[in-house]
């Protein structure tokens, strides 16, 4: 049976299998339940770790089948949804494909079933915050807006909800954006790509044109927003410059012929007008943006060009950078004990993000790091370890990985996290930063990144009660 993917329309006729019962399979199935003729679950995890999936397919009489068990019901199957984090050229992802079933990312069924305009931004590090904060903006201008994806809330459960005069606002990463066939935001947006995952790609040009993928399939009247100062984004055009063929519109730190969005003398972020009035307009001051870093900088000019893209009024935008309040475990301050700055930046799952906010902070910095690493290199943030703090504190299965490129600052290792945040407060004092910037995956020793930030500020306040 080979299905044309044209022809899939996700209602009466279709009969769907989703592949992976996390969070955004189960909202895949409750969305399309109501829709479509049949709907079967399958997930190649444990019994234990499925048991609360399976209870919710049960009690909505959903069908799990077994991988074993696909065979008796791949030939009535029309299409299959695959949840983020399911490898595409997976064993099991290929038994589906070769029995001529199309295998949709949830992604590209989102956007196959919304009805508003999608703003889709993806990067390496910072994306979260930057979703959040377009979110926030579109809110502040006074429309009904949406935020899924990869930030936590499933996106076909947020598309499901829009009406066509409302906005939708979707993180994506580089898994997800693999699968997609016809996924076409209104506007897209990259705000980084630097080294991270590779331990599923097997090099950056792959990795990159992973991310490449969310503008694919724009044409002239959307936009593409994109960071000049990042040259692997600054190359996606291509060589003979046809590759976008939205309309591009580029931020950057300072002025460049190409920049629509720049600093002004480091204090000031301008906007100069690709049509119209050409004369620069100042959006806001620097010193007004709410977040840690010069990272966050480049966060916020991607944010305020994509509401600026969508036509959006400049009071409005600078309103909701100035309200805008840090997501958890990024750069999030937990206490200020005895003059020790005490930061969770659990969600920095990558050296370019732990670099990033190593250079966040001008006072001396005592950081705690490590984890499961995703097949990244260590050698770039070794330095900057070196360099910018008195002490490192590691953790986790690519602890002695990550110490042999730390050259010039005390290195300390902790079996857990309460170890950790106790040998980190005595190499600290008053007027230093303790600092959670793990650079790795946190499932070697945590369930997920959150229980990593929430069992480091238990360890910072001494209580297992977090916040």
Known sequence: MNIPISSVRFDRNERVLVIGLGRSGRASVAVLQPRVAQIYGTDEGPPSALAPALAELEAAGVPFVA?????????????????????????????????????FSEVEVAYRICQAPIVALTGTKGKSTTTALIGEIFRHAGFT????????????????????EDWVIAEVSSFQLESIRS?????????????????RYHSMDEYAEAKFRIFANQGPGDTFVGNLDDPIVAAAPGEDNTRIRARALWFSREPHRQSTLYMRNESAIVYAPPTGDP????????????????HNVDNVMAAVLV??????DRTA??????????????????????????????????????IAALRSFDRPIVLIAGGKSKGTEFSDVGKVISSRT??????????????????????AHAGSMDEAVAVARSFAESGDVVLLSPGCASFDMFASAEARGEAFAAAVNGTARVR
């Open 145 to 164: 807006t949406y935020v899924g994806g990869n930030i936590g809330n499933a996106l076909i459960a947020e598309t499901a909800k829009a009406k066509p």
């Open 307 to 312: 509401g600026l893209a969508a036509g959006l």
């Open 67 to 103: 991988p074993d068990a696909l065979g008796e019901i791949l030939p009535k199957v029309t299409v299959a949804v695959l949840s983020p984090g399911i490898p595409l050229n997976g064993e099991l992802v290929r038994r589906i494909q070769a029995a001529g079933v199309p295998v």
């Open 183 to 199: 996924f076409k935001p209104r506007i897209s947006c990259i705000i980084n790509v630097t080294p991270d995952h590779l331990d």
């Open 390 to 411: 008195k002490a490192v504190v590691l953790i986790g299965e690519a602890a002695p990985e990550i110490a042999k490129h730390v050259k010039r600052s005390n290195i």
């Open 279 to 294: 004369r620069p307009v100042e959006i806001m001051n620097v010193a007004d943006i709410p977040l840690h870093g010069a």
């Open 317 to 354: 935008i600078a309103g909701a950078v100035r309200a805008f309040k840090p997501l958890h475990h990024r750069l999030e301050t937990v206490a200020d004990q005895d003059g020790i700055l005490y930061v969770d930046d659990s969600k920095a799952t990558n050296p370019g993000a732990v």
